[in-house]
């Protein structure tokens, strides 16, 4: 086979070079992640804009400064999420018969029109419609790319195109602290409206490149469309590609999407039987460890955490910490194919949960001190460098488990689930940090160290591993009902003998054809 290796029964090259196309493809994909960290940066920086709380927020008399009311705080931060987990249920059904392209056309669109109205209005009606909306586009932005980015990259190199949308996300998170930090000292409304302005950039980008990139081979597959796939595999793959790898491929996807899909009647009630049980669970699981991290209130409330902290210039500190998040998904790349997907949850888990327990210790042992302002600063760069190094392999491997039929009704109920998740430590953070609530400020990080604690638990004892393997390989484990520590070493025989006849069949037909041609030679 194609450079398969002796377990994984991928038929391609493992190598980076013959796949750069598709690696391209799956950028354009994956552009409008960009504006999941861009929302996070920009909003989490308006908290502590004087243009802004002049508009949605109220002047404190007793601090004599600008504030916000914890429950206009909720809403503007948690709306959002809330939008993303109305739209992620809606992934299955929409994707099950549109496919995935479409989903992001949609999103696109959906997107021009919340940032519209969010530039435009001044009344908090408007912005909490403007921030659900918001919300529902960028659902689907994350879940729809990345359900494209399962089903075209090559096996061995979905964690490096899982790292580009990292990479994406952490990039307009960084844009979004910048350009908070150029605008915050103006004193009127410009100083938000700039900011969100950015929020049109990466939509029209994808919305342009949709126009050229196919959709997914499996996605088609599903639908028995096979001429399609076919076609669509071809422009996903290097136009030089050994014709034997090629056709050995496409036996894999459909042979194996005809067995996933043998005895299935009703998509949604299929995930919940039998073998699928485990792997939707799976996936729900993982992709939750997002929201397990306590990611939501340290990435959404940097600056405004930073500023009740008592860090002095919080905005500009707040650049620096974001740029941590990007070196750290920047480092994933030298590693994410050469280490499991197990050892990448767990250390990526410890680190997060050391990173909130160190300032919520030197907050009760010197609260308000120049000192803790520092270890504050410093966990929250930390943090923010293990999450990434992590964060975009939860995905991956949420993505993993499921079958090609199931995979975006599955993918899209976790992502839900996660975005519930989030939702609720957004929306109750601010009890917890606001000066006018519990005010815990640091010492929050306590309840999230024991949450990463018990993912790390949950890794080591029930999270299969599917480094490089096929998403047909990794139903072929599935459905041998392997316990998690054995997929590793497993050989997939059925897989790995429907590529090896399809490639088998290629090479006779060539020794035909040059028989052929010797003969009338």
Known sequence: MGGGGDISANPLQ??????????????????????????????????????????????????????????????????????????????GPFSQRYGRKLGLWVACLINFVATGIMLGSTS???????????????????????????EVAPAHLRGITFAVYQTQLSIGSV??????????????????QIPLAIMYAAPALQFIGLFWIPETPRWLTVQKRHEDAEKSLRFLRNKNIDEAEFQAELA?????????????KAVFM????????????????VICFH???????????????????????????????????IIGVLFSFFYVRKVGRRDIMIWGCLGCGLFQLMPAVAWSVA?????????????????????????????????EYPNNQQRGYVFGIASALNFLFTWLGTFTAPF???????????????????????????????????KDRTLEEIHEMFEAKLPARKFKGYKCTVVEAIAGKAEKEVHELEEIERSNMKDKV
């Not at 815990?440 to 299969?464: D, K, R």
């Open 14 to 91: 493992l190598d980076l070079r013959s796949h750069l196309k598709c690696v391209l493809i799956c950028f354009i994909a994956t552009i409008s992640t960009f504006q999941y960290g861009l929302d996070y940066a920009v909003i989490g920086g308006f908290l502590s804009m004087e243009g802004f709380l002049q508009v949605f927020g109220y002047h404190d008399a007793k601090l004599n400064k600008w504030n916000i009311d914890p429950t206009v705080q909720q809403l503007i931060s948690s709306l959002m999420v809330i939008g993303t987990f109305v739209s992620s249920l809606a992934v």
């Open 432 to 466: 917890f940090i606001n000066p006018a609530a519990l005010n815990w400020n640091a010492q929050y990080g306590y309840i999230w160290f024991g949450s990463n604690l018990i993912m790390v638990v949950f890794t080591y004892f029930m999270l299969p591993e599917t």
């Open 124 to 150: 908090l009606g408007a912005l909490y419609f403007a921030r659900f909306l918001l919300g529902i586009s960028v659902g689907w932005f994350l879940t729809f790319s990345q359900v494209y980015v399962h």
């Open 291 to 325: 929201a397990g991290t306590g990611s939501s209130w340290v990435v959404y409330y940097t600056t405004y955490y930073l500023e009740k902290a008592q860090v002095s210039d919080p905005f500009a500190y707040s650049i620096l910490t974001t740029c941590c998040g």
């Open 270 to 285: 299929d995930i919940w039987r039998g073998t699928n049980r485990r792997r939707t669970l799976l996936s729900i699981a």
């Open 252 to 264: 894999e996807i459909r042979e194996g999407t005809r067995k996933q899909m043998e005895g299935s």
């Open 367 to 399: 609260p308000g001190s120049k000192s803790t302002a520092n270890a504050v600063v410093a966990s929250v760069a930390l943090f923010k460098f293990a999450y990434t190094t992590m964060g975009p392999y939860a995905w991956l491997i949420g993505g």
């Open 175 to 192: 844009v979004g602290a910048v350009v908070d930090y150029a605008t915050h000292t103006m004193a009127d409304r410009r100083a938000y």
